[in-house]
Nanobody, 121 residues
Framework: QVQLVESGGGLVQAGGSLRLSCAAS????????MGWYRQAPGKQRELVASITSADITRYRDSVKGRFTISRDNAKNTVYLQMNSLKPEDTALYYC???????????????WGKGTLVTVSS
């Protein structure tokens, strides 16, 4: 089994910062790309940022320059540093990871259960 557990969400005023963490555990051989998604009430889930195993990053336009994604491969953990937060960043934030569980296994996508970020104006 593989689990992804997010942490670091909370309530913050506009202009503030939060750092989200997502730790993967279980039967893991290798982790390929990892990413952060978010879903606001009444809206579809959207990609916020992603990072490959080679540390190539990608961001949605609305968070560029404010959010930074990073990973610690020794800890199987991905982070999302969020600065200059805006009320429109309010959402449930999920992490996902493309994980290979064995040397000859195919990769699978796993999701965490989410952590809530609320930005007040």
């Amino acid at each position: 089994q593989v689990q992804l557990v997010e942490s670091g969400g909370g309530l913050v005023q506009a202009g503030g910062s939060l750092r989200l963490s997502c730790a993967a555990s279980g039967n893991i051989f290798k982790i390929n790309a990892m990413g952060w998604y978010r879903q606001a009430p009444g809206k579809q889930r959207e990609l916020v940022a992603s990072i490959t195993s080679a540390d190539i990053t990608r961001y949605r336009d609305s968070v560029k320059g404010r959010f930074t994604i990073s990973r610690d491969n020794a800890k199987n953990t991905v982070y999302l540093q969020m600065n200059s937060l805006k009320p429109e960043d309010t959402a449930l934030y999920y992490c996902n990871a493309d994980i290979i569980r064995g040397r000859w296994a195919e990769s699978e996508i796993y999701w965490g259960k989410g952590t809530l970020v609320t930005v007040s104006s």
